[in-house]
């Protein structure tokens, strides 16, 4: 569906904004820019585009502005018109800065980097630049995973949190251009082609006590509408195999509650819409007293959560949620048995899971969220047909309730347990979709939303693919084919869409070995 956001010009986004850190400047020795490979809607929903807006901009000598994915018709017409891809705050075109910082949550949206390069004035192979061209730092989740997609894209890659190296971005604005990729290649967790030896360590910050990780702007038109998100934690206790997440935040750790407490009172400033981000609010060790404290503010500030545990103890939290105004609440059970949850280490009984809905909907949140997976390794037709029975189940115990059933293809990623698992072919995997939402939506009150078996396809490819997608992703970029012509891209580069191998192992080792994810041991900083 397409966002407000596309249709409207730089000028009416920009007036929509509230700042709630300073702005990227114009001037500064140098000068950046954050490009988002999608759309401004979806890059603003994004707490990491938020963050390494602010901690670029508060570093000295350096300025970063935002840039996005134009929509399709922005697109037609910056060609029609033979102009470049350029900067929200001054219409600055991407080949003018100085430095290009990339961060993207997904890896399909790597399939728009090089349309967004190319549009910039930018050649989207590093080999075709020089140092008269910005340089190109990608950063985020799926670097951090595996960055050999878009390794000859980039002149370095970031391999984790930003916080603890924000000093060697620092040195650079004391630096010739042309001495940036030696000195990266000397800083730890940065990956420099050529340059740098694997592995590379992955960064993460030891302590979040000190540090913000919240909304920098207020805009309508994201999916959290003028909402001040903050993190209140980062990682994850629970270690479910499928989740990438889980592995690449680790070690678990939370924010004091006086560190967030400060913030939200200085965003109501702004805004009563307040967001409180992590893996698993129910984690959070101060929870009661945190939702104690935020019902004492004045204003009362208007809480939504990111996601929570069905079986953590969450009667505080709804009674929040529920003064706040919400009357959704989302649980992930992932599979329909017990057995299937506990074979991919999801620790949640069926129990739980019905006792979670009874506090919420007691609180008056009604309206229920499940995700689930299908195509699970081990998973058979009586665990796709159990998801049917439990939402069954549910519907007749919780008639008060309505459900929106969120089913997607499982993506295997790379570093956790279930990297290399076989996944079915897409079709396959369609009709294993059809099938389960078919019957869901026969269920009363139960709207049912499943995700691309074929898109689910082309992430896993990507997620685990090495250097040779580069120039299937730049032709199908650039190109702006449809799925057919992507996977005649994908099978010319060596990988088959149709049906997707076991990543190849060389050595002893999977490609993405190239990154070290250091096991941390679980972090007890800010209780
Ligand atoms: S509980 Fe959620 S975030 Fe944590 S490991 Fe499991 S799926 Fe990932």
């Not at 999916?223 to 989740?243: D, H, K, T």
């Not at 592995?247 to 400033?269: K, V």
């Not at 279930?418 to 072919?425: R, T």
Request: aromatic share 6%; charged share 20%; glycine share 6%.
């Amino acid at each position: 569906m397409r966002a407000r956001s596309d249709q409207l010009t730089r000028e009416q986004l920009l007036s929509s904004e509230t700042a709630i850190t300073s702005p990227g400047r114009d001037e500064a020795r140098l000068r950046a820019c954050l490009l988002y490979s999608n759309s401004y809607h979806t890059g603003m929903s994004s707490l990491a585009v938020h963050t390494l807006y602010s901690l670029l901009n508060g570093l000295d000598e350096l300025s970063c502005q935002r840039a996005f994915l134009p929509s399709t018709e922005e697109t037609e017409r910056l060609n029609r018109h033979r102009q470049r891809l350029s900067s929200l705050e001054t219409d600055t075109p991407l080949d003018d800065f100085d430095l290009l910082a990339v961060t993207t949550s997904f890896e399909l949206d790597w399939l728009n980097l090089p349309l967004c390069l190319d549009l910039g004035g930018i050649p989207p192979r590093r080999s075709e630049r020089t140092d008269a061209h910005p340089f190109l730092l990608g950063g985020g989740p799926c670097f951090t995973a595996n960055p050999l997609p878009v390794l000859n894209l980039f002149d370095a890659i970031y391999i984790g949190e930003v916080e603890p190296r924000l000093p060697d971005l620092q040195a650079l604005t004391q630096l010739p251009r042309d001495q940036w990729a030696e000195y990266l290649s000397t800083r730890p967790g940065f990956f420099v082609p050529g340059m740098t030896r694997s592995p590379v360590q992955r960064q993460y910050a030891t302590m979040l006590d000190k540090i913000i990780t919240a909304t920098a702007i207020l805009t309508p038109h994201t999916e959290f509408a003028n909402s001040y998100l903050i993190e209140m934690s980062r990682g994850c206790r629970q270690g479910c195999s499928f989740c990438l997440a889980g592995q690449i935040y680790r070690p678990m750790r939370n924010r004091p509650m006086e560190a967030l407490l400060g913030p939200i009172q200085s965003a109501l400033a702004h805004t009563r819409r307040i967001g409180l981000v992590s893996a698993s609010v129910s984690d959070y060790p101060r929870l009661d007293q945190l939702c104690h404290a935020l019902m004492q503010m004045d204003p009362m500030p208007l809480v939504s959560v990111s996601s929570m545990r069905a079986d953590g103890d969450n009667r505080a939290l709804f009674e929040l949620l529920a003064a706040s105004g919400q009357q959704s609440v989302t649980f992930a059970p992932e599979t329909g048995t017990e057995t299937l949850r506990q074979s991919v280490c999801k620790r949640l009984s069926d129990e739980a899971l019905f006792q979670g809905i009874t506090d919420a909907s007691d609180a008056g949140l009604t309206s229920v969220k499940l995700y689930f997976l299908v195509g699970l390794p081990g998973e058979t037709e009586h665990d796709r047909a159990a998801i049917v029975s439990l939402v069954e189940h549910l519907t007749r115990d919780f008639p008060g309730c309505s459900f929106t059933i969120s089913i997607n293809p499982f993506v295997p990623k790379p570093h956790t347990a279930l990297q290399a698992a076989e996944v079915p072919d897409y079709r396959t995997m369609r009709q294993l979709l059809a099938t389960v939402s078919t019957a869901l939506r026969r269920l009363p009150r139960v709207q049912v939303r499943a995700g691309s078996a074929r898109w689910a396809a082309v992430q896993t490819a990507i997620s685990r693919g090495d250097e040779h997608l580069a120039s299937a992703l730049v032709a199908a970029s650039t190109k702006q084919v449809d799925f057919s012509q992507l996977r005649r891209l994908f099978a010319e580069a060596g990988s088959n869409l149709d049906q997707i191998g076991i990543p190849p192992i060389r050595d002893g080792q999977y490609p993405w070995d190239i990154i070290a994810m250091p096991t941390a041991p679980a972090s007890k900083a800010g209780l």
